[in-house]
């Protein structure tokens, strides 16, 4: 074969759809019912106040990572202090610059959603149009190049993304259940083939929300996390999971299906209940699955019981779920557009301080 005809094929196969990239610094995988990231169980040997640390997957809401408004009528309302406009870019830029300071203390994972979360901490209408995808379900190349950013930044840091696609009130933008499976394929298929693994997937945030789509709510969502299985490049697969509102144990065809089982604390106030509710998720599975919290809205760090701590006493990882209340202002949220991703805040700095107990890692 002629030099150059060998230097074609050789370019050709390293852009093929089927030849997946090698990202490898962070391997996220389970055993049993704990995570491990590069074939070693996270945080370990750790224990803390007698409870086991080691293969938690401690980790923040941080779903605005990505996010950006098309709606000409509501994006002024994301405009920073400083610049008085939106900048999608910029804020993937500062998101992306913090990670270092997040992962210092010990946070092994952050959550993103393709479709965001509800820039207002909770909304009953979402006029804004904030979704990575078309609506016929193909992927926004802008969104997607912003994602990538982040999970190479993250993959380098040995950090994780449990990313989710779908979100309640932006999920309407995709025109049917076809642009939904569409969606999920294709998005599936391009973490894959560019080869990270340091991806968990949560198909959708809280499925029992007022989604339009069927396949999105509890009866058929595992169709979906089983869609995400199947697909395998060079042998590996991504592993996926879906949440429901807080206090709310996973349905049990979803629980036969999950890799690992994700729990939502919102609107939990007693500690003991949410040790209840990860008790009742460990029954309710035939093998053992890692139990996980990535979305939990009640602090209280520094008190001795709290919703994080009753977690991890009955070895669940934790999530942090930040937003920024009427009376507060830019320092606040970490789900409030537009977002200061420092730990510019007290109750950022109490999350970072008591993870950094419990972790063992200095902040």
């Not at 941080?62 to 999608?88: E, I, K, S």
């Not at 040995?158 to 309640?168: D, Q």
């Not at 509710?277 to 699955?289: D, E, F, I, Y």
């Amino acid at each position: 074969m002629k030099r150059t005809s060998l230097l074609l094929v050789l370019l050709f196969s390293c852009v093929a759809p089927w030849c997946a990239v090698a990202r490898t610094n962070t391997v996220i995988s389970i055993v049993g019912e704990d995570f491990q990231i590069n074939g070693q169980p996270t945080y370990a040997g750790r224990v803390w106040q007698q409870h086991r640390i080691e293969g938690l997957l401690l980790n923040s809401r941080m779903v605005q990572g990505t996010f950006d408004d098309r709606n000409t009528n509501t994006v002024a309302r994301w405009a920073y202090p400083d610049t008085r406009r939106w900048d999608a870019d910029r804020n993937t830029r500062e998101f992306i610059a913090a990670l270092p300071d997040w992962r210092r203390p010990g946070l092994l994972a952050v959550t993103l959603n393709l479709q965001g979360g509800s820039p207002e901490g909770y909304s009953k209408s979402q006029p804004w149009e904030n979704s990575a995808f078309n609506p016929d379900g193909t992927l926004r190349t802008n969104d997607f190049a912003r994602l990538e950013k982040i999970l190479d930044r993250a993959d380098e840091l040995g950090m994780v993304v449990i990313l989710g696609y779908f979100y309640f009130g932006q999920d309407q933008r995709l025109t049917n259940e076809a642009a939904v499976i569409r969606a999920t394929d294709d998005t599936t298929r391009w973490l894959l083939n560019h080869g990270w693994r340091n991806v968990l997937v949560e198909i959708d945030n809280e499925c029992t929300q007022s989604y339009d789509h069927e396949i999105l709510k509890p009866a058929r969502v595992p169709e979906l996390i089983q869609r995400v299985q199947r697909q395998h490049v060079a042998g590996h697969r991504l592993l996926v999971s879906t949440s429901y509102r807080g206090g709310v144990a996973p349905g049990t065809n979803v629980v036969a299906v999950a890799d690992y089982l994700l729990l939502h604390g919102n609107g939990m106030k007693l500690p003991a209940a949410v040790a209840e509710l990860v008790r009742q998720t460990r029954a309710l599975s035939a093998s053992p699955k890692p139990i996980l919290f990535n979305e939990d809205d009640h602090y209280d760090f520094d008190r001795p019981t709290n919703n994080f701590t009753a977690a991890v006493g009955e070895h669940a990882s934790w999530g942090f779920f930040d937003f920024r209340r009427k009376d507060e202002g830019f320092a606040e949220g970490y789900q409030s557009i537009p977002v200061n991703w420092g730990i510019s805040s007290a109750r950022k700095r109490e999350f970072f301080r008591l993870l950094g107990e419990i972790t063992g890692s200095k902040p």
